[in-house]
């Protein structure tokens, strides 16, 4: 069973561009988070999908990030436009379905950098 | 609102020794508290998971960590730290099944030969 798969693993833009950063869960889950870890401080959460549907978005930090999930597979996050204090690691994480399967599997994370 | 603490964010073992790092965690309902490790450029691998049932937990490569409510502690330890052990933890806590984690700071370890 593949696991959680990140897109692209760094990138690298100029303050003001626009990144888009891809997610890819475990096949049939139905949850998927994003989390991103700026300058060495926490992990923070960011947001969580239900299938298609946001079920919460209270980490989101501003309006200059916009997370979708069409069809309820893959998601996508995207920053525009970019400022420097959003360089950091953004991590995905997919959950099963079941109400009782409560652990969140990790992908390997895509390190933004604005410069 | 919930929080965790991890107390030092470097750690130094000798290859052999004990490993045990420490987290502090508040919450406000009974916590599902879990331990993750990210190796140099790998994602973060589950360690292991308290979700009530038995207070003390046993996860992977020879990690245990337990739970005590009085201290609201969740210490993670392994008797003998090995070179592969060389990682960053981190110790998570949500209020359900499901829910967003809250993560404490992380904890480097490096293994010293």
């Known amino acids: 069973e593949a696991g959680v798969t990140q897109f692209p693993s760094h990138s690298v833009i100029e303050k003001g561009q626009t990144v888009t950063l891809r997610c890819d869960p475990i096949?049939?889950?139905?949850?998927l988070y994003w989390y991103r870890r700026v300058m060495g401080k926490e992990i923070k959460f960011l947001l969580h999908?239900?299938?298609?549907?946001?079920?919460?978005e209270s980490g989101m930090p501003n309006n200059r990030f916009l997370a979708e999930r069409t069809g309820g597979t893959y998601s996508t996050l995207k920053v525009q436009p970019a400022e420097l204090e959003d360089s950091g690691v953004y991590f995905c994480?997919?959950?099963?379905?079941?109400?009782?399967?409560?652990?969140?599997?990790f992908g390997p994370g895509t390190r933004l950098t604005v410069l | 609102a919930q929080s965790v603490t991890q107390l030092g964010s470097h750690v130094s073992v000798s290859e052999g020794a004990l490993v045990l790092l420490r987290c502090n965690y508040s919450?406000?309902?009974?916590?599902?508290l879990f331990w993750y490790v990210q190796y140099p450029n790998q994602g973060l691998q589950l360690l292991l998971k308290?979700?009530?049932?038995?207070?003390l937990v046993k996860g992977i490569n020879g990690f245990e960590a337990e739970f005590k409510k009085s201290e609201t502690s969740f210490h993670l330890t392994k008797p003998s730290a090995h070179m592969s052990d060389a990682a960053e933890y981190f110790c998570?806590?949500?209020?359900?099944?499901?829910?967003?984690?809250?993560f404490g700071g992380g904890t480097r370890v490096l293994v010293k030969p």
């Open positions: 096949s049939g889950h139905d949850n």
């Open positions: 994480a997919s959950r099963g379905v079941r109400a009782s399967t409560d652990t969140q599997y």
């Open positions: 998570a806590v949500s209020e359900a099944a499901g829910n967003k984690l809250t």
């Open positions: 999908f239900v299938k298609e549907s946001k079920q919460d």
């Open positions: 308290y979700t009530s049932a038995a207070t």
């Open positions: 919450s406000s309902v009974p916590p599902y």
